[in-house]
């Protein structure tokens, strides 16, 4: 076997089972997501504040079209 034919094994090996510690502890960012999920609520909640008439309105516009 090459040189080069064993390096692209063993890299494509490790993309699929990697070896290193700190890779398979990585769970993502957490805080950041609930950051994200928080805010978007947050910014659901005042726009539904703001403009619930006009949103009630369009969403029953919708099904009225959809349903003949």
Known sequence: ???SRRLLLQSRAAAV???????????????G???ITLMTAALVTALW???????????RSALASVGG
């Open 1 to 3: 076997m090459t040189r």
């Open 17 to 31: 089972h990697p070896t290193d510690r700190s890779c398979r502890r990585e769970r993502g960012d957490v805080p």
């Open 33 to 35: 997501w609930v950051l």
């Open 49 to 59: 504040a703001v403009a619930e008439d006009q949103l009630v309105a369009m969403f």
